[in-house]
């Protein structure tokens, strides 16, 4: 037997063991990274959206700020406003035009119900269908299959910040749903990961400078 046979044999078995593995012991860390069991199966606005979902993650983080702090690094982001505070070099190659803020800017606060975010210049859009200040940010696609909601809950310490998303993909094949469930699944991870940990250093950075203000006045 030849090296590259052994070598075609061998990344077969490794191709082989990850795809049996996924499902049974990482899909659900995957999809529910940071998340307790408690919040992977709480019901949050925006869940009803769509009808027999396929796919339903829930990640979370701890943020030491309130609400209020967190919550104008949620309303301006989106695609040629605040980003999405996760890789733009990775956003970018897909045309999406994504530039994170590291700042809060006053011109995008003014987002409300009923306002379309464009995903990239000649992209898909996404609807804000419930606008809840300081407590859900809840996004819908223009092929109102996804469902992309921002959840905020006080606890002690600060703020846990969920992102849920709820996906339907009923006319998918079968090679469609395998390509979705073992690339786009861990790559949503990879991104949304970054994101969520974006969105805490800013908003950290942003009650500290409050506080700093406060004690500076007294």
């Not at 860390?29 to 199966?41: K, S, Y």
């Not at 695609?79 to 999406?96: C, H, K, P, Q, V």
């Not at 749903?177 to 942003?206: C, D, H, Q, W």
């Amino acid at each position: 037997m030849n090296r590259r046979v052994s070598w075609t044999l061998a990344a077969a078995g490794l191709g082989a063991a990850l795809a049996s593995t996924y499902p049974l012991l990482l899909r659900d860390r995957c999809l529910h990274w940071g998340a307790t069991p408690d919040e992977v199966i709480r019901e949050i606005p925006g869940d009803d959206l769509v009808i027999q979902p396929d796919v339903l993650s829930t990640r979370a983080v701890t943020i030491d700020a309130p609400p209020e702090a967190i919550w104008p690094w949620l309303v301006q982001m989106g695609s040629r406003r605040g980003g999405a505070y996760t890789y733009d070099w990775i956003e970018n190659l897909f045309g999406l035009d994504m530039h994170s803020a590291d700042e809060i800017l006053p011109e995008f606060q003014d987002l409300k119900a009923g306002d379309v975010l464009p995903i990239g210049a000649d992209g898909p859009s996404m609807t804000v269908e419930i606008f809840e200040p300081e407590r859900v940010l809840c996004l819908r696609a223009d092929n109102a299959a996804w469902v992309w909601t921002f959840a905020l809950y006080p606890v002690d310490g600060g703020t846990r910040l969920i992102s849920r998303n709820v996906i339907a993909t009923p006319y998918a094949s079968a090679v469609r749903r395998l390509y979705n469930m073992f690339v786009l699944e861990p790559g949503s991870l990879l991104m949304e990961r970054k994101m969520l940990l974006g969105i805490k250093e800013r908003a950290e950075r942003t009650a500290r400078g409050r506080q700093g203000m406060v004690a500076s006045q007294g």
